[in-house]
């Protein structure tokens, strides 16, 4: 059994006027937070605000790089070259850096948003061009990546030495190759059977997938949607089950 | 008569498909440069391209931050807040930041541009907020702004300790107070008045006004504009009278 | 006492993957909605889906253009110029002109949003270049503002032959020489007070001012904000009580 | 033979402060403009400073509606829905069409840009929603494409008795299949070459391919890139070829 699980959410996706999710009502049940850096969503004071709530929580805090694209959220598929990849994460996570700086913090992990996972999943020349950028830009640099790890970027960031976290998500569902079945339309998470599938890996290091099979993972940290309908609950739901059954609940160690 | 002088010039103000300036003919006759940070020109990419070039001529680099406005190229007021100002500057100046790092380099100093600097000069609570956050962000910050530096944001960072060069324009006309007469039509620039103004203050600390009044200022920069129709001509000449002056063109230490 | 007044509301301020306001839930209580156009708010889909839901409730559609500031929500003053002006009006209008054509719908009247509503009130030269904007765009050009009619932009509308429609404003509170008071922050709207408001209006021409005087206005239309957090409960009340007293509810005619 | 040819150019497509093109240079040389909308290009005032040139010219406009991606000028694939397509049309063509009513202005055709073009050719969905957007939008509308017009939305275009002009690349070169072969990195257009392939195409309905190939096309329009180095150079070269060899240079006929 796990000793420990890292819990981290998607934070600071309000953009000016618009707000987004309620980072506030999921600080209390997280441990690790990554914030989006104004190319898919976010802007300046809103990363300021986020970075200022999580530190009150006492959350660590990584960076959520995205395609540029504030209409699409990031969630459209982009043909960009590995030099924009590159420095598309520079000046993204620099940006989350200072606001770090400024509250006297630093930076816990990377963690792509949305097309950009996903091109950077697939694509092996834009995974090497944001690896060396992930490389350059932290002395402990740390990336968060969906278990199994095996896809391009967490492969070439092994590659140069730096630290992959694998994560599960409780909230989605699993195929039984060990991929995850991504839904755009959100609905109520079952909180059950979240907090079951929480409870499987950490005694058994395994996922349920959709047809039953269960499928073995390698995961330090778990994945929370916040803009689900019930996304406080199944938080509060999970972080409870983990105490329940003995498992601390605490941030992968920087 | 001053021994060095510094010659500081805007850079990467190119966007996407949108070339502007000439930055690699003006680099040979520069020592540092103020590089756009996306706001108000700029992109990852230029700016990523442009701390390459400038390293390769050994150019110290500056950020120059500007208003979220892309459309007037930050030269138009908007009407923002305290808040709004520190996390501007912080989120563009960490963007540099990450794109120096990954060469290797540190920032060397901070300039707002346009209507960011036109705020800064007047707005009290503003500079207030710009000066705390160039104080958070770097271990050795300095402001670069035109001689005066009586305005509100060099006195507020004056206040927090922060070394504030000032600056001479010789492509630009003074006015017997020693404020700049900003031009928004470029034209050419008169090399010998601009050569003899550089010679002058060099060697009188004094800058000739419009009106011919003798106007001392405290300056340890110029300021060159690279987007005026004979700018690299411009450099070129100012760099050599100063040579032959016997003033070392030299970046202000760090 | 008026046998007929219109309920405006502003609409479509979605923008992309976030959601503002209930367009759904107000639209059974106004007869003109006021379209954002993609500068402060909406898109080109958000716009095609509020003029469908609009058409199904038989609402007339107006254009709300703003300045070019999403991340402001147009609500911070920009320094623009008289062909800023003109040009934003042509090309958010026109947006929305060929969105409501796809429907087989025209268009109602126009209305601009936030600091642009305040440049336009004030700055004679830009409302005269608005103005000439609006009289071009339209077979009949309507322009709705806050009673009394006499800013910069109404008079200059008047003089070119373009109608202008004043509004009172229920959910806001009046000072006593008839100007609004604009509170940043919202809060619940007081339901009996904002009926009551309407009812004498409807009743005596006149709204009553904050510390107490009754000021008389000319006005055929009443707005109501959709984003207050009562904002569909206040346009429902709102609605029964002209009903209750007999004045019917439709929009002005084109 | 061919007894008349129209002569299209993108145009417009510098952004703010931003340059791009010489469009007072080529206007006297082509009969049709194809002017940018915002998206990928241009802007509002850009826009309407383009149309008032091109009436000066007495020159046909019509709208170069693009992908939402300034940075990457449109020309980067992006993943859109049918409904995003037929959105982005019906707001770019829109802001176009209102541009030319303020001159007394009809629009005369549209032409998808860059990677728009791209996905327009290939994905059939995309095409229809589009092909749908172009007969609401206008009286008598008109696709501009480069011949063959077999490609997704031409075809779907006709199916909806849409008018399509076909187009032949004078300063582009062509495979042997027709296609044509698309080089990122401007460079001189050969202009005799370029005014033998017009001449050719006038006088025997034939362009000439890389490998020698004579390629049948059906085309009523040519377009010359006006971003190339000598782009007006080639522009008057092409017209005094046609008037030398009797070829009428005029619009497509509305």
Chains 1, 2, 3, 4 share one sequence.
């Not at 004071?45 to 540029?68: D, Q, R």
């Not at 990849?85 to 850096?97: F, I, K, N, P, R």
């Not at 930076?107 to 950077?120: D, E, Q, T």
């Not at 996304?231 to 609940?249: E, F, H, P, S």
């Amino acid at each position: 059994m796990l000793s420990r699980m890292d819990v981290n959410c998607d934070m600071g996706e309000s953009f000016g006027n618009w707000n987004m999710g309620d980072d506030a009502g999921m600080m209390p049940y997280i441990t690790t937070a990554n914030v989006a850096c104004g190319f898919h969503a976010s802007d300046p004071l809103t990363m300021l605000n986020t970075v200022k709530l999580a530190k009150e929580h006492k959350i660590e805090i990584g960076a959520h790089p995205g395609l540029p694209d504030l209409l699409g959220f990031g969630r459209r598929f982009m043909n960009i070259t590995p030099d924009d990849a590159h420095a598309y994460v520079v000046y993204q996570v620099g940006a989350l850096q200072a606001s770090l700086a400024v509250h006297g913090l630093k930076l816990h992990h990377i963690k792509p948003h949305g097309a950009f996972y996903s091109v950077l999943k697939a694509q092996q020349d834009l995974a090497e061009a944001v690896a060396e950028a992930i490389r350059k830009l932290t002395d402990k640099p740390m990336l968060y990546w969906p278990a199994p790890t095996s896809a391009a970027l967490p492969t070439a960031c092994k590659n140069l030495g730096i630290r992959v976290v694998g994560e599960i998500y409780p909230d989605l569902q699993y195929a039984a190759d060990g991929s995850l079945v991504i839904q755009r339309h959100k609905h109520e998470t079952d909180v059950a059977f979240a907090c079951d599938q929480v409870q499987r890996y950490v005694e058994t290091g395994k996922v349920q997938a959709m047809d039953g099979t269960l499928v073995e993972l390698d995961a330090e940290s778990l994945c929370i949607h916040g803009d689900g309908p019930n996304a406080v609950q199944v938080a509060a739901a999970i972080k409870q089950r983990l105490k329940d059954i003995g498992c601390t609940v605490t941030a992968v160690n920087l």
